[in-house]
Structure formats: C-alpha cells, structure tokens
C-alpha cells in the first residue's frame, strides 16, 4: 500500500491514536524539547508565546521601574555634586563621572527600551498570539489553524526579532524613543544599534501578519460545522478584527521602517529635510501604522472582557450584534485617524479634519462599554478574580477613553500634547485596557491551558495590588501633565517632586501585585489543585473538551448544539452550569 | 479543483507502484476535506498580496510627494533612464507572467513536460529580467555617480534633488528585484516538486500560489515602468 511521506505525516499522522493532553510528554528530555520546538500544535505555540511575550513583559517592567526610581528625584548638581541620577551606571549613564547629560542619556535609553519592547514585543503580539493562539481553533472547534507551520514560523520570527532588540539594548542602547522620528533617528550619532531596533521592530512585523492571516482564514474556514458568523463568540470577532489591522497596517509599517534603514546607511533624502526629504512624511507613514495597531492592542482585550463578563455573570451578552459589529467598525475607523498624533505638524484643515473623524471611534467602543454594563444587570455575578479585573477594566478603561476626548479636541490638545496627561491617557488604555484584560484572561484560562486552579484570594490580592498601584501611578499623572510637565524628560522643577515621588511609589506597588501574581501562577503550577473541565461553568466549544485539552483539541468533531451565551436556554434553573456535561438542551421556545 | 477529470492518471491503489504524490494527497488532518484546505490556502495568498500591495503603496506615497515637491528633479531624473530597456524588461516579465499562467493550465490537466518547459521559461525570464536591469541599468549609471543620497557624484547634474531622485528609483526598484529573486527560488522550488511529481490534476495549490505571487510581481513592474520611465 502507499505509504504517506514524513512531510504529509507531521500534519496528518499525529493525534487519533493518541488522545493525552497535550501537555503530556511522549519523549525523553531531549526529545520533549525538540517535541516542543518543532510542534505545529497551536496550543503549543500558544504557550510558548505566552512565556515569550511574559518574559518582555518582565524586561519591559523592568526598565519601567528604573525610570520611576530616577524621577523620585530631579537631577542636581549640589555643591559640584550630581545628585538624583540613579540611572548613572546604566549604558551610558557616565559612571563615576557622570555629567546630568550622561544620566539623562541613560534615561533616554531606558526609555526606548521601555516603549519599544512593550509595544512591539509585549503589546501587539501579546493577547493574540498567547490567548488567541490557544484558544481561538479552540473556541471555533478545529483541530489547529489554517496554516500551523506559518504558525510556527510566526513563533519563531519573532523570538529573533526580539533577539535584535535585545542586540540593541547590548550594544549599548537606543534614545529615539519607540516611535524613531526622523531626522533625529537618522542622524543621531554612532548608534548601529538604531538599526538593530529598527531591523527589530521590522522583523516583528512579519511574525504580526502570519499570525493575523492565520486567524482570517482560520476563522472564514474552519468553524465547526453549525457554527455561522453569528454564532462565535465575541473573543474570536475581536480576534477576527484585530487580524485585518495587522494584515492591512504592518505592510506599512514595513516600508517605512525600511526606508529609515536606508535613509540611515545610504542618507537617501526621503525623510531627512537637510537633504530635501519631508520629515512630516515619516510621520504620517509611521502613524498609519501605529494609530490603527493601538487597536491592535485593545481589540483583543475587547474579547476577553466579552467573554469573561458574560461566563461570570452567566448571563447571555447584552447585545451580541453590537459588539461584533463595533469591533468591524473600530478596525475600519481605525484606518482613518492616524492624523491626530500630529496635530501641530499638519494644516489647520487637516487637523481639523482627523480630529472629527478621532471622534468617531468613541462610538463602537462605547457601544461596547455600555453593552457590558447592561450585560451586568440581573446577572448571578461572581467575584473571581476574572471577574474582579473586568470590573478593573471597565473602570480603568472608561478612564482612558474619556480622558482621550481632550487630547482628540485640538484646543485642548494645544495644552496637552507631549506632557505627562498623554502618558497617562495611553498607560489608562493600554495598562488599564489591554494587560488588565490579559491578566483577566490569563486567569479565566489558566485552568485550561495548564489543568490546574489557580489559589483564587492569592490571585485577589494581586489584583487588588496592580489596581491600586496602576492608579496610584498614573491618576497622579494626569494632575502633573494639566500642570505642565512635559513627557520624556530625565528631570523637572521642584514643584512636581511630590507627584513623581507618588507615582513611583504606586509603580512600585504595582511591580509587586506582579510578583504576587508570580508567585501565584507558580504554585498553580506545581501545587494547584486538579481543574475541572468546565470550572466556570463557560458555554463556549473551548469548555467541551478536556482539561487540559487532547492533543487533538476534541474527542470527534465538535457540533455546535447551542450559541456560545445562552445560558437562559441551555442552563435549566437550579443547575450549576460546572456540572459538565449539561442535559439535552430544553426545547425550542421554552425560555425560563 | 476536484472536479477536475482525472480518469486518464493512474489512481491509488491499483497496484501501480508509480502512484504520484499528488495522487495520493489527501489533506492536512486538521481540514475536514481538500476543497476546504484549497480555498484557505487561495485567501491566505490573496491575503499576503493585499499585504505586498501595501508595501509598494508606500513607495508609491513617497513617489507622489517628491513628484509634487521637486516636479524638475523627477523629470530630470526620469529623462536619464531609456525607456527601451524598461520597455524590453516589461515584455520580459508579461511574458514569464503568461508562462506561469500556463504552467499551472498544464499541471491541470497532468501535462507534466509542458509543465516543466514553462516553468522553466518563467524562470529564464526572471533572472533575464536581472540581467538587463543589472548589466544596462544598474551598473552604467552607478559607475557615471548617478547613486542614491550620500553617494551621488554626477557631475552634470542640473536639477537640485537628483539624488532624492536616485533614492526612489533604486529602492522602489531594488524591492522589486528583490521580489523578483524571491520568486526565482519560489519557481525553483516549484521546479524540484514538479520533477517529483509532486503536482497534479487534484493538487496543485503550491503553484496556484506562487503564480498568483508571480503575477503581483509583474503588476508592480506594471506600474514602477511608467511612473519612473515614461513620465516626464
């Protein structure tokens, strides 16, 4: 008989015969390792991006809270004495001898660390490629994505991305800030590592489109037969959304940063004015791409709100429609807006224009924002901690959203640009926004990806932490940036002393609600009790099948019997929706 | 793709130890039939292109602004490149466009050798598309200063942004190439496959993909050809 070769066995061998979780190791050491690294298995995948994307969380943080300990203090020379530069021993920093240029130097550079790990390493990949690589086959009941080596290929691009800005940062650091504005970035001096975050942030771009093109045709090809457009949950139309930005806006991105490599080695004069190049065009190229990937970064934290909200107050999402269609609508405004991170660089006209058209996003989202709370209303609500850093998030990002109206109206916007009031708009939407979502998902999931509970007032704890220390953080700034200080400075006058010193006090709160968190997942892992298959009692496919889930994701193929909310239907009164499986759902029209 | 008639191949199972690899292909495990995993394989492509298109539209800006902002130093520029040998290359590729096109009708109907030959064209248009814009383009104007930003030295340069001009012109076009060898080895690549009789009637999303990227090749060349030469 025909024997299928090796290429066709490693996607049509594995799995039938072997019905294990995927967790369980079918190797030795070695080979478990070499399992791991060569896997087509999106939830494989999934996970290893998550440690990934965690593990520049934690690089990114870091930086963070060294910028936080160098503002507890203006830098001064007292008496010939340099006081307050405690970033003087970092990467040209000045050491012993430092000057306050060399400690602001130093500041600089941990700066761009900061922005642009957290957003091109942590960020944008961050929910989708962890969250929405595990559990969107999953939620759609397929056996994987459309393409998993393209998958893995994703995995891998990005691992040496981020290999490149770990490069740069060794070589001595960058001070261009994350969004590299030109001419600056271009003619600042003796810095090859420019070009390696550069070349960074380019390569990432690569592994954000094959995993948006895998999730389009995945989500257009693969849901389990029954399941039309209307019936998914709402994380997979965020999902689905979030992947046209990154297919339509990382090309963008692409050319530009190509461009500023060229510009830089060859001075071709596109974007440097001294030799006749528009600096104004960088910025609008780089915006095209980095306005509509903002919603790259919340889009997905939409999802997880959705899904959370409505599992943990079991009650059928306010809306459905709504919120599927905001998401659309958010992707395609998102196109439209790019014009107002440079108000003061445009016409008159044009500005006035792309600050209209700013207002339009904040139709969809609080189209969603309200569908939540309605959602809340009568329902059974649970105070997990899932649930706990919904609430974070509905409060946190209201925050962010309202505090974004200002900035989009360009009188206001006149004050406000470039100081500390923008650092904490966009902190307020993508702390407040997207990693509070994450933590939410994380925990909602964490059973499912790891089979294990997490020790839920542990877990509460830290949420308290991360939502007391974000606030302390950053509510602080908004009071500093109507006052005047300007973002992106190593130092500041006296006045603002107690403001800094407050918000890094509640940074440093925040950093242990983390360690918290740490230390939480950790005994989870190794301690935590055996989970249930469906420990919250969720309706949606990823909940039907074990936990962890079977290599091949389900026992036979997934039907969809029921839509992804009704509880009222499916759920007869009385009965704890934990108590998998359910009985034969109640017939047609018999709502309670 | 599957309705395409396939009773003149031999079929699996009969014995006949020549049993094709597209013959005996079934589909990824995690696809619940070919057509599925076809078609997802048809909008991922589409997909890439739409990204491919993006990127040139970049270039494609940046055109339309250094047209706008320095209008004599473009048309100075453009005035040095002959339109013959940008004329010849657009022939060059429509041509390999057409072959590849063919290809993939041949492997349709399991027409291996012609297959083969016009891949093969395809492939020999490609590096000859190279060849002439290397060895007529490329090198000549290098060697008399005509470079891109800081190392332009024609001497006889009249207008005052040639070399912004440069910088278009050899980026926009240099991506191109670059697409262009991504392709060859694309078609390479195919070409091995092929011989292995990989590709058939029943399977041949491989080509079917790589034509379509073939094709955004060439539709880009469409459009550099008379932004960069024909317009004065």
């Not at chain 2, 590709?199 to 060349?221: K, N």
Request: aromatic letters at 16%; hydrophobic letters at 50%.
């Amino acid at each position: 008989m025909t024997t299928v070769d090796n290429n066709l066995d490693k996607l049509a061998g594995h799995g039938h015969h072997d019905e294990g979780s995927y967790l369980t190791p079918k190797y030795g050491p070695i080979g478990t390792v070499w399992d791991w690294m060569t896997t087509v298995d999106h939830k494989k995948i999934g996970v290893m991006y998550m440690f990934a994307v965690l593990f520049m969380f934690f690089l990114g943080g870091f930086a963070a809270i060294a910028l936080r300990i160098e503002l507890l203090e203006p830098a001064r020379i007292i008496d010939g004495e340099l006081t307050g530069a405690a970033l003087k021993y970092f990467p040209g920093g000045g050491g012993e001898n430092a000057s306050i240029a060399s400690a602001g130097n130093a500041y600089n550079r941990i700066m761009t660390m900061h922005g642009a790990i957290m957003v091109f390493m942590f960020i944008v990949p961050g929910i989708p490629a962890s969250l929405g690589n595990f559990f969107l086959p999953l939620m759609l009941g397929a056996k994987d994505v459309a393409f998993p080596r393209l998958n893995l290929a994703s995995w891998y691009v990005y691992v040496f991305g981020s290999m490149f800005g770990v490069l740069s940062i060794f070589m001595g650091g960058v001070d261009t800030g994350w969004t590299f504005y030109t001419p600056y970035s271009t003619t600042t001096a003796g810095q090859p590592q420019v070009i390696a975050m550069v070349l960074a942030a380019f390569i990432l771009g690569f592994s954000s489109i094959f995993t948006g093109l895998n999730f389009i045709v995945t989500t257009h090809k693969l849901r389990a037969p029954g399941m039309g457009w209307f019936d998914m949950p709402l994380f997979i139309w965020a999902i689905y959304s979030t992947s046209i930005i990154q297919v339509l806006a990382t090309p963008v991105i692409g050319i530009t940063l190509l461009l500023l490599i060229f510009e830089r080695v060859l001075q071709i004069g596109i974007f440097d004015p001294g030799l006749g190049g528009d600096p104004v065009l960088f910025q609008h190229f780089f915006w095209f791409y980095s306005h509509p990937v903002v919603y790259v970064m919340i889009l997905p934290a939409m999802g997880i709100i959705s899904e959370v909200l409505a599992v943990h107050c079991r009650k059928r999402i306010f809306g459905y429609r709504a919120i599927a269609f905001s998401s659309l609508a958010i992707a395609a405004i998102s196109f439209l807006v790019w014009g107002h991170h440079m108000f003061t660089s445009q016409g008159e006209l044009g500005a006035m224009i792309f600050s209209f058209l700013t207002f339009f996003v904040a139709i969809p989202t609080a189209v969603k924002v309200f569908n939540w709370i309605a959602t809340l209303y009568k329902g059974s609500i649970t105070f997990t901690t899932p649930m706990l850093y919904t609430f974070a998030f509905l409060f946190l990002f209201s925050i962010g959203g309202l505090t974004g109206l200002p900035l989009g109206a360009l009188s206001t916007d006149l004050h406000l640009h470039d100081s500390y009031f923008v650092v904490a708009h966009f902190h307020y939407v993508m702390f407040g926004g997207t990693v509070i979502a994450l933590l939410a998902g994380l925990h909602h999931w964490w059973p499912k990806f790891f089979g294990r509970m997490y020790h839920e007032n542990g877990a509460r704890l830290g949420c308290l932490l991360v939502f007391v220390g974000f606030n302390v953080t950053f509510f602080t700034q908004f009071f500093l940036g109507t006052q005047g200080m300007p973002r992106r400075y190593a130092s500041y006058v006296d006045e603002f002393q107690i403001y800094h010193v407050i918000s890094s006090i509640g940074s440093f709160t925040l950093a242990f609600g983390f360690v918290v968190h740490l230390i939480v997942f950790l005994h989870s892992m190794f301690l935590g009790e055996k989970a249930t298959q469906n420990p919250w009692g969720g309706l949606t496919l990823e909940w039907e099948t074990d936990t962890p889930p079977i290599e091949h994701n389900f026992h036979g193929d997934p039907v969809l019997t029921h839509g992804p909310y009704d509880f009222d239907e499916v759920v007869p009164p009385g009965w704890d929706p934990k108590d998998y499986p359910l009985p034969e759902p109640a017939p047609e029209g018999s709502k309670h | 793709m599957a309705t395409i008639d396939t009773q003149h191949s031999k079929l699996p199972g009969t014995g006949d130890e020549k049993v094709s690899y597209w013959q005996k292909y079934k589909h990824g495990h995690h696809w619940r039939n070919a057509d599925d995993e076809f078609d997802a394989a048809k909008i991922g492509i589409w997909l890439f292109l739409a990204t491919e298109v993006l990127l040139f539209s970049g270039m494609f800006c940046a055109y339309a602004l250094f047209r706008l902002m320095y209008p004599e130093s473009i048309a100075a520029g453009s005035s040095y490149l002959d339109w013959r040998w940008g004329g010849l290359n657009t022939v060059v590729l429509l041509i390999s466009s057409f072959t590849m096109a063919m290809a993939i009708r041949n492997v349709q109907l399991n027409q291996q050798f012609w297959a083969r030959i016009n891949l093969l064209i395809t492939f020999f248009c490609a590096a000859g598309f190279l060849a002439i814009k290397l060895i007529f383009e490329y090198i000549p104007k290098w060697g008399q200063g005509k470079r891109p930003g800081a190392l332009f030295n024609y001497p006889f340069a009249e207008t005052s942004h040639e070399s912004v001009w440069w910088g278009i012109y050899y980026v926009s076009t240099g991506i191109h190439a670059t697409h262009v060898i991504g392709g060859m080895v694309l078609i390479a690549w195919l070409l091995v496959r092929q011989h292995k009789r990989h590709f058939g009637p029943t399977h041949y999303t491989m080509m079917e993909g790589v034509g379509l990227y073939w094709h955004i090749v060439d539709l880009v060349w469409i459009f550099l050809f008379p932004l960069l030469y024909l317009v004065h």
